[in-house]
């Protein structure tokens, strides 16, 4: 069964920093485009980043808010997609998910298409 688990969130004071974590068990990360996403209080679900798969040399996306202040990576030996975030705000607070989708490789699909495997979610709560 393709499940996402995401962990490492947690309450952060602005200008902090958070390392969230999405471990894959029952396949491979490597073969598909991860994406994490994001769920502020209130707000639609939106995109944050994502990683392509090896076919596609893991390229890395990032939307502007972000650019800069969050890197995605990912490590085959954990088979985890991980992402690193630095230089916290307080509008960066919500609910934090990896996605992917078994029939996408590149992160065009990911952010654009609608996704089959979600995990549950980690919270991020950045505070002033």
């Known amino acids: 069964q393709v499940q996402l688990v995401e962990s490492g969130g947690g309450l952060v004071q602005a200008g902090g920093s958070l390392r969230l974590s999405c471990a894959a068990p029952?396949?491979?990360?490597?073969?598909?485009?991860i994406g994490w996403f994001r769920q502020a209080p209130g707000k639609e679900r939106d995109w944050v980043s994502c990683?392509?798969?090896?076919?596609?040399?893991?390229?890395?996306y990032y939307r502007d808010s972000v650019k800069g202040r969050f890197t995605i990576s990912r490590d085959n030996a954990e088979n985890k997609v991980f992402l690193e975030m630095d230089n916290l705000k307080l509008e960066d607070t919500g609910v934090y998910y990896c996605a992917t989708d078994v029939y996408y490789t590149d992160c065009a699909g990911v952010i654009t298409g609608i996704l089959d495997v979600w995990g549950q979610g980690t919270l991020v709560t950045v505070s002033s």
């Open positions: 990683i392509g798969s090896k076919s596609v040399h893991h390229s890395p």
């Open positions: 029952g396949f491979t990360v490597d073969d598909y485009a």
